[in-house]
């Protein structure tokens, strides 16, 4: 079973994908994104972890409300930025258009 996989039994285990909704997900998404920025902002390795972590478990929850799995939303991605180019800006990348 991939971690993934488990994510999404252990929300179906807790009524989270047919029990919750979509906007519930993304109030909890931007209270995990703001433990994210607080851990960045103080340089602090575990909790930055713990976040990003915790940030992947409601992603992997919203695609499940929304029909669709995280795999998927990933592949999808990524075949999105494959092949762009761009360049380093202040440390950002910025893709050409």
Request: some cysteine.
């Given at each position: ?20 909704s979509p ?75």
């Amino acid at each position: 079973m991939t971690e993934f996989e488990k994510i999404r039994q252990w929300a179906e285990d807790r009524n989270l994908i047919e029990g919750s909704s979509p906007q519930a997900q993304m109030l909890k998404m931007t209270e995990e994104v703001g433990e994210l920025a607080h851990g960045v902002a103080r340089n602090d390795y575990e909790e930055i972890q713990d976040a990003i972590g915790d940030c992947v478990v409601v992603l992997t929850i919203l695609a499940a409300q929304m029909r669709m799995n995280i795999e998927g939303c990933i592949s999808a991605a990524y075949d999105e930025i494959k092949d762009r180019k761009g360049r380093m800006v202040d440390g950002v990348f910025v893709k050409d258009v």
